[in-house]
């Protein structure tokens, strides 16, 4: 379960005083416990599951992945170093991620099983993906190729 995977880094980078690890372990527990609590109103006691964790995680890169575009823009390389260390830590916790040939015949399949004919079914296509790809397919890249594969 990654809650342990989690426990056991963050034990692991106080041991070896790794504050890069320390600090981005720290930030996941924290993030996936707000989310917990969110998740309470809803009947949800036992906290969110490993897929909205790892759907959370990819989040978290997005955002750092926009956070070293803007720090390159304004000529922060140090700040964009620490956003692409903290990358780093976070895809540590990911399965292994599809290459695009895979994302390509994933979209393939999804198409096929939605019945999806237009850019209008890109949600669809979506929405079967992340059913069933959560945390091992980069979604920004697959919307792409989604809406390649449907204007075609």
């Known amino acids: 379960m990654l809650r342990d995977k989690f426990n056991e880094a963050l034990k692991e980078g106080l041991r070896s005083r790794n504050e890069n690890l320390t600090g981005t372990v720290r930030l996941i527990i924290a993030e996936m416990k707000k989310r917990d609590i969110e998740a309470r109103p809803k009947g949800n006691m036992d906290g969110i599951s490993?897929?909205?964790i790892?759907?959370?995680m990819q989040g978290m890169i997005k955002q750092r992945r926009e956070s070293i575009a803007l720090y390159e823009k304004g000529n922060r390389p140090d700040l964009a170093a620490k956003e692409a260390a903290e990358i780093g830590v976070i895809e540590s916790f990911l399965p292994q991620q599809m290459t695009e040939d895979e994302i390509k015949a994933a979209i393939t399949a999804a198409v096929a099983v939605t019945g999806a004919a237009s850019v209008k079914d890109i949600g669809k296509v979506m929405g079967e993906l992340k059913k069933a790809y959560t945390g091992?397919?980069?979604f920004a890249q697959a919307g792409a190729l989604v809406k390649t594969a449907l204007a075609g």
């Open 54 to 56: 790892l759907s959370m």
């Open 136 to 138: 091992r397919m980069d």
């Open 50 to 52: 490993d897929d909205e």
